[in-house]
């Protein structure tokens, strides 16, 4: 297993700019999120997904846009770049949130992005 | 939703001494209290988790206590070592994982 996969490594991007940031997971989970990560912030919730076809925003989805059509990816689109838009950026996976035998979520390697 | 609160935000300690981090919850229906490492520029780790149908779960020296009335959740390191030094994070399901804002644990050699 991979595990859970995240492309590319290293980002930058200047103001205004789109892309989008992969994930990816092997291990047919169900619940998948990303997170940004800044000094002094720890890992705050930007959008998460139950399963494919459900998404739903977390705690900063502003300039964020998700889609989940297949169980193992879970694409993040940055749609007009900004600075402070510059993080770190994780996306995990869980086999399930409620009512399953693991809830143990897996990070990716994680992707640094820089906005100028 | 739920609301995660983590203290203290940094922890110094000796090599050999014990830390202990502590964690607040706030939705009653959340039942799963994992704990993260995070060492410089890499990945947050699980490190142990808990279920609120157990009220302690020990591994090596690492052990958690959980207190589902009081919701609150404590990490205990025993016996800390240099390579413990790291960044910690507790967390909680409700509709979604919320995390702590992290506790930044230096062990002094």
Known sequence: NAGVTQTPKFQVLKTGQS???QCAQDMNHEYMSWYRQDPGMGLRLIHYSVGAGITDQGEVPNGYNVSRSTTEDFPLRLLSAAPSQ???????SSYRLFGGASYEQY?????????? | GENVEQHPSTLSVQEGDSAVIK????????????????????????????RSNVGEKKDQRIAVTLNKTAKHFSLHITETQPEDSAVYFCAANGNQF???????LTVIP
């Open chain 2, 23 to 50: 964690c607040t919850y706030s939705d009653s229906a959340s039942n799963y209290f994992p704990w993260y490492k995070q060492e410089l520029g890499k990945r947050p780790q699980l490190i142990i988790d808990i």
């Open chain 1, 86 to 92: 510059t993080s770190v950026y994780f996306c995990a």
């Open chain 1, 107 to 116: 990070f990716g390697p994680g992707t640094r992005l820089t906005v100028t």
């Open chain 1, 19 to 21: 892309m989008t940031l």
């Open chain 2, 98 to 104: 919320y995390f702590g804002t992290g506790t930044s």
